[in-house]
Structure formats: C-alpha cells, structure tokens
C-alpha cells in the first residue's frame, strides 16, 4: 500500500487470539508496499465465541481474505463454504481466501514447508524416507504434505503414542507413503527400531516447542550417530534461530533448515492467493527477519 487508504483499498488480515505476536503483518504489508498494490493486512484479535462472526465479516465487508492461526484452525472449517482436499487431510485451515462471497479454506503450511525445503536444501521428497518427531498441528501438516509429494516412509515418533497411531493410520489409508510410528526418544535406553528408523532416514523434521526461547537450553535425547553429512535436519522453532538441535546437525555435517522458511512462503502462498500475483519473497523475508531479530534482540 503505497498512496495511504482509500474506499479502493482491498483488505486482507489475520484471526488469532492472543494475536500481538503475529509477524505476518509486517511480512505481508511489506509485499503489498514492495508491489505497490492497494491492499492492507490487519491482525484480529477474535475470541472463540465471535469466530462465527468474524468469518461472516469476510463477507459482509469485502475481505480478500485472511490467515488464520490458533486457537481456531480446526473450528473454523465447518463456518466455510469448501476447504480445500489437503485442508480436508490435515484437518485444519490456515488460510480463506474471498472468492466473490464464497470463502474457500486452504492449508499452506505444508506446500510452505515443502517449497522452504526445495529453496534452502534443494531435497526433493519423492522416494524418500522421513522421520517426523512430534504430531501435533505442525507434524500433521508437514507428514501428510510429504506423504502427498510422493515420500516413500514417514516413521512418527510422539510423546502421546496414540495421537502418532492416528496420523500413521490417516497417511496410510489416504496417500501412497507408508507410516510407522516408532518410540519417543527420551534418552534413558537404546531402541533398536528408533535408532534404525532415525539412522535410514532422508529427512528428520523436528516439530515440538522443545528448545525454543527462553528454554534454549532443552533439546531431544536422540541417539548417537544420528546426524550425519547427506540428511536434512530441521527445526519449526525460529525463535532462537538456531536451535540445540541444529546445531548438533550441523557440527555433524547434516544440513540444516529452521523454520522461518516455512513461516515465509507459507505466507508467500496465501499472498498469492488473495492477489493473484507472484510473492515478492524477498521482501517479505527481509521484513521476517527484522521482525524476528526485533524480537530476539
């Protein structure tokens, strides 16, 4: 947005609560400034029991659309006109998009891992083999968007064994891949199948809050030898920038991978969407980063 607001200002934003914290807001309005186009994006502070009418707000007023983060991913899906197939699987929606009154629902967090994957490591997922540690929200999106790009294993590892069970069942009955869960590495004994699992791996992507800001110093008790040169390391944590984790992968000699490229292009993504312009990705991560450092200090 270049020339200020005007009634032509097209409107894009965010529903979350809390909200503050949110960076998309920088991000996006930094592309709409780098592409002078007309639009803005604002941060909605919206409380469970307004959700239902926030999202008919998109209507009422004319929104091009909206991101939308916790607590209301999963609730917002049945106040949608159609999610999209991988929103369906994943079972949360993190993006409406406008479509002349008819709000579509989209998941981009998984296509926004797999296009940071591509950019920053250059791996390609078909026929590889992955290791997934947590199953919460994060982990869903990041297997089943794998498993839906042609992997070949996904081996899922969770504190709750039951909650991996369920996503393993749900990639196996839905996609090509096969799922496997294995058990959750707390360091007090040697599991064959975990290190087995951990060592044939292509890919371990480490989804759990383990090792963010302000417990830096807490990482995952993963077996000896696990990190090594041709695997792929990441961490979703952005906040430090580098994790203990990732460290360790790269004094190993694996590559590693954070997860501000995901936070980039899955925004990327919906910007495309709304706009139906090519990201400025640029842009949008130098406003990132600032954002990010400005909050690490």
Not at 272 to 278: D, S, Y
């Amino acid at each position: 947005m270049k020339n200020g607001i005007s009634g032509r200002t097209r409107v894009c934003g965010i529903f979350g609560c809390p909200i503050g914290h949110s960076f998309s807001p920088a991000m996006h309005n930094a592309a709409f400034t780098a592409l002078s186009l007309d639009f803005v994006y604002v941060p909605f502070l919206v409380e469970s029991e307004n959700l239902r009418a926030a999202v008919e707000a998109v209507k009422a007023l004319g929104l091009a659309g909206v991101n939308v983060t916790i607590p209301h991913k999963q609730a917002v899906m049945p106040l949608l006109d159609e999610v999209t197939e991988s929103a369906a699987l994943i079972g949360a929606v993190n993006t409406i998009v406008n479509q002349k009154g008819y709000l579509l629902g989209d998941n981009t967090d998984g296509n926004g891992f797999l296009r940071a994957l591509e950019e920053e490591t250059r791996l390609t997922p078909t026929g590889k083999t992955v290791f997934i540690l947590g199953a919460g929200g994060a982990a869903r999106a990041v297997a089943i968007q794998l498993a839906l790009a042609g992997v070949k294993k996904v081996y899922l590892s969770n504190r709750s064994r039951e909650r991996a069970e369920q996503l393993a069942a749900l990639i196996t009955k839905k996609t090509k891949a096969v799922a496997e869960v294995v058990s959750w590495p707390d360091g007090k004994e040697e599991d064959w199948r975990l290190t087995g699992a951990l060592r044939s791996c292509d890919l371990v992507v480490q989804t759990t809050p383990i090792g963010m800001y302000p417990d830096n110093s807490l990482t995952l008790q993963l077996p000896e030898g696990i990190f090594r040169p041709g695997l792929v390391a990441c961490d979703l944590v952005y906040n430090p920038v580098e994790t203990l984790f990732l460290k360790s992968a790269r004094q190993a000699g694996a590559t590693p991978m954070n997860g501000l490229g995901m936070l980039l292009y899955q925004g990327a993504l919906s910007f495309e969407q709304w706009t139906g312009v090519p990201a400025p990705v640029e842009a949008m991560k130098k406003a990132l980063i600032a954002s990010v450092y400005k909050l690490t200090g």
